[in-house]
């Protein structure tokens, strides 16, 4: 590991630690050259699929285009930064979990809009009008009219919307 202070490779690890679901191991180094000290992240490389996007092109599977489509929906809504990467985890386990070697981005979006409406629904309209490219203000209100249509159904029935 390159110490980010000096630029020498021989350091040696003085402290690590699994975080809380044990995805990634953090590490705390000190350089033996300069003698500073600084943090390293561990993740397992999983092998994750292609995505064939609208278009047909194909990329590799990256957890922060999601975060960050996501974190845009979110913007200025009171939702922890904590909850978006457990969202994002959740994302990429079910993708990991199918063991595909491609995955359409459209089923990466849905799981996705599925997540937000379950989130927060000023969030999952907002990712909804930018993924689903409404040709109009007639498809808009009507995905606006199901979510309402939906929120008076819960409330009839005494329904409380999980979080």
């Not at 975060?67 to 200025?76: F, V, Y």
Request: hydrophobic share 30%; charged share 45%.
């Amino acid at each position: 590991m390159k110490c980010p202070f000096c630029g020498d490779f021989d350091n040696k690890v003085v402290d690590s630690r699994m975080s809380g679901d044990s995805d990634v191991i953090r590490r705390r180094r000190e350089c033996l050259d300069c003698g500073r000290r600084f943090t390293t992240y561990e993740r397992v490389e999983d092998i994750l699929p292609m995505v064939i996007k609208k278009d047909g092109r194909r990329e590799p599977f990256d957890r922060n285009k999601i975060l960050s489509g996501i974190q845009t929906a979110c913007q200025k809504r009171p939702v922890s930064v904590e909850i978006l990467e457990e969202i994002v985890g959740r994302i990429e386990k079910t993708v990991q979990d199918k063991g595909d070697k491609e995955i359409k981005s459209s089923t990466i979006g849905e799981t996705v809009m599925k997540e937000l409406h379950e989130l927060d629904e000023v969030a999952y309209v907002r990712f909804a009008s930018v993924y689903r490219s409404f040709r109009d203000l007639n498809e808009f209100m009507d995905e606006l009219k199901e979510l309402l249509d939906e929120e008076e159904t819960r409330r009839r029935n005494g329904e409380k919307k999980e979080k």
